[in-house]
């Protein structure tokens, strides 16, 4: 049957790249796709604004919401890296030890969180799904969102969703379109920074007929052993596909 492929855009914002953001939008749309979308709720990092905050930001997510064009994920709360402790996966993942969450005590983690969510819910946005910026959690995380209400967490190391600390870890091992003989793959875009080449490539590997699935479809944890001895060869193997260079963020 072959992988299934689960499409991710991160970083949406009212200042984002709005004519980078849509193109992609109508690509998914035209393959019939439903990407999962990383929304800030409050954000505070300029990074994510190179252009002014668009009024109707949340009516426009709200109306590709109800029209199923999309599926929703709460991405961190301000996007403001305020602690260097290193997250789970961060060492393994070889990235920045920066974080919104890790090493915070358990009452503020629980604070943000629960602050982001009610900004979404009050503009209509309603989501179980979750996405750390920086890929940084830590345990107090976990507990602070399952607490919170959250059941979905896009993130972790594997081929397959597995459940942890009361949560399904939906993995996100690509930021950019690669093959896979079978799991299931999520493709991380920034669609604040792709460029040409990007869109064609994402284009052409849909066009390829690889086989997409949404995230909600494709969070169904597995505990079969074919499954759990994919996801460990895939960890055990992740060094060399980072000096590969097959894994790694196109960004910090």
């Excluded at 992988?3 to 035209?30: C, H, K, Q, S």
């Excluded at 896979?180 to 064609?200: K, Q, S």
Aim: net charge neutral; hydrophobic share 40%.
């Amino acid at each position: 049957m072959g992988a299934r492929y689960v499409w991710r855009m991160d970083d949406i914002t009212p200042g984002m790249n709005w004519a980078r953001f849509w193109a992609f939008i109508e690509l998914f749309r035209t393959h019939g796709v439903k990407p999962l979308l990383g929304i800030v709720p409050e954000n505070r990092d300029p990074n994510l604004c190179p252009e002014p905050e668009h009024p109707d930001f949340w009516h426009r997510l709200r109306d590709l919401g109800s029209s199923g064009a999309v599926e929703f994920a709460q991405h961190g709360y301000q996007h403001r890296y305020v602690s260097t402790a290193p997250g789970l996966l961060t060492a393994a993942m070889r990235l920045k030890s920066h974080s919104e969450f890790a090493g915070l005590p358990f009452a503020e983690q629980e604070r943000k969180i629960r602050l982001g969510r009610e900004t979404l819910q009050r503009e209509g946005i309603f989501t179980d799904a979750w996405i750390a910026p920086a890929h940084s959690f830590d345990r107090m995380t976990l507990q602070a969102l399952a607490r919170s209400g959250f059941r979905l967490v896009s993130d972790g190391i594997g081929l397959y969703p597995v459940e942890r600390d009361g949560l399904i870890f939906v993995p996100q091992q690509f930021w950019r379109p690669r093959r896979m003989p079978f799991g299931v793959v999520t493709i991380c875009l920034h669609t604040n920074h792709a460029d040409e080449d990007d869109y064609r490539s994402v284009d052409a590997f849909l066009s390829s007929g690889a086989r997409s699935a949404a995230f909600t479809e494709a969070a169904t944890p597995t505990d079969g052993v074919l499954e759990t001895l994919a996801n460990v060869a895939f960890e055990r193997a992740l060094p060399l596909l980072q000096r590969a260079r097959a894994i790694a963020p196109r960004r910090p």
